[in-house]
C-alpha cells in the first residue's frame, strides 16, 4: 500500500469508523508487531483533526487475550477512543472491560497480513449500504425466534433465539462503551443455550489456534456445548487446544454469526474470514455482556468459520448456500 493510500485509509478510519471528533482523547494501541505504517496513519489523520492524540506500543504477546501492562491498562480507562491494532487481540480481557465501564469506546482490527483487505473493505465497497442491509438483517433476527442451518456437506442444527439483542458489528464505534471491529460488518447474538442442538461442518477456518482450514471439522452440540469434535488433523488440533486451557466454559457457544462484507475472502486471518459474506461463525468461550448471554468470561474465546451454508429463520430462508438473499 502507497503512503498516500495509507493516508486516505487512515483519514476514513478516524472520522467514519472512529468518529473521533476535536479535542477527543485518542490512544492507539498496537504490539511489537502491529503495522506501523497503518498506525502512524492514523495517528496523523486523529492529529490533523484536533484530537488529542497519544500512541503505546508493547511488546508481542504469545497468544489472545493477555492482560495488557499495567500502564497502558490505566491508559484505556483514561481516553475517550482507543484505536488498536495488536496482533493478539485482547478484547476479553479486564483491561478492555474496565475500559469500557469507563466509557471508552474502541475500534479493534488485526491488519498484519491482510493490509489490502483493510483498505479494499473499507474504501473498496458501498459501507452504507452494507451496513443498511445488516441492519435490516439484524432487525429480522430480532423479531423470529427459530433458526436452522443446514448444508451440502452435512450441517444441520436448530436453535431458538429467544429476546436477546442481534449485535451489528457494523466497523464503527459512536457511543460511550461501545466496541467493534473494522472492517466490518458481521451480524451476532447468543442464542439460547439450552436450544442448541446439531453439527456444523467447518470448512473455512479455526482461530486460535489453526487458521485457515485444508481439511473440515465436524462440531456436535448438545444443548449449547460442544460434545464431539470430528475432522481432520487440524480438527484434532484444535480440540487438543481447547482441552488444554482446562476450562468447561470453553466448550459452551459465546455468539452465532453471519458474515457481510463482500470483498472479504478466507485467508486464515480471523479478522478477514469471519466477515465474509454470507459465512456463518460460531464462537465459543468469553462471551462479550452485548449479547445477554450466560456464559460469561471464559480462559479464552475461539471462532469456528463456516462457508456455503444455508440458514433459515422462522422457515424463511435468508442465506442460500453462502449467498445472503435480498431482506425486505
Not at 496523523?44 to 487475550?65: F, V
Not at 488485526?110 to 483498505?119: A, L, N, S
Amino acid at each position: 500500500m502507497s503512503s498516500l493510500e495509507y493516508a486516505k485509509l487512515g483519514y476514513v478510519i478516524v472520522t467514519k469508523l472512529a468518529n473521533v471528533k476535536p479535542n477527543e482523547n485518542v490512544l492507539i494501541l498496537g504490539e511489537t508487531a502491529s503495522n506501523e505504517a497503518m498506525m502512524q496513519a492514523v495517528m496523523a489523520a486523529s492529529i490533523g483533526i484536533g484530537a488529542e492524540t497519544q500512541m503505546l506500543i508493547y511488546p508481542e504477546r504469545k497468544q489472545i487475550n493477555v492482560e495488557h501492562p499495567q500502564s497502558v491498562a490505566e491508559a484505556m480507562k483514561h481516553t475517550d477512543v482507543i484505536i488498536d491494532f495488536s496482533v493478539k487481540y485482547t478484547i476479553h480481557t479486564v483491561a478492555y472491560n474496565e475500559a469500557r465501564k469507563a466509557g471508552t469506546r474502541a475500534l479493534v482490527t488485526i491488519p498484519t497480513g491482510i493490509e489490502e483487505y483493510i483498505k479494499d473493505g473499507i474504501v473498496g465497497i458501498d459501507y452504507d449500504r452494507m451496513v443498511k442491509e445488516g441492519r435490516m438483517i439484524s432487525d429480522l433476527f430480532e423479531s423470529c425466534s427459530k433458526c436452522r442451518l443446514v448444508s451440502e456437506e452435512g450441517t444441520e442444527l436448530e436453535m431458538k433465539l429467544g429476546n436477546r439483542p442481534a449485535v451489528l458489528r457494523d466497523g464503527m464505534v459512536i457511543g460511550k462503551g461501545e466496541i467493534d471491529y473494522f472492517p466490518g460488518a458481521q451480524i451476532s447474538l447468543a442464542p439460547l443455550e439450552e436450544s442448541i442442538n446439531g453439527k456444523v461442518v467447518v470448512n473455512g477456518s479455526l482461530y486460535p489456534p489453526v487458521g485457515k482450514l485444508d481439511g473440515k471439522a465436524t462440531v456436535t452440540m448438545e444443548k449449547g456445548r460442544i460434545v464431539k469434535i470430528e475432522g481432520s488433523v487440524e480438527a484434532q488440533e484444535w480440540e487438543k487446544w481447547i482441552r488444554s486451557l482446562d476450562d468447561p466454559k470453553m466448550y459452551h457457544v459465546a455468539h452465532f454469526s453471519i458474515g457481510l462484507n463482500p470483498n472479504a475472502k478466507l485467508s486464515g486471518y480471523i479478522i478477514e474470514d469471519e466477515r465474509i459474506r454470507g459465512s456463518i461463525i460460531f464462537g465459543f468461550g468469553s462471551q462479550m455482556p452485548d449479547f445477554k448471554g450466560k456464559i460469561g468470561t471464559a480462559k479464552s474465546h475461539t471462532d469456528a468459520v463456516s462457508l456455503f451454508n444455508t440458514v433459515f429463520l422462522d422457515g424463511k430462508k435468508v442465506v442460500e448456500k453462502g449467498e445472503i438473499l435480498k431482506v425486505s
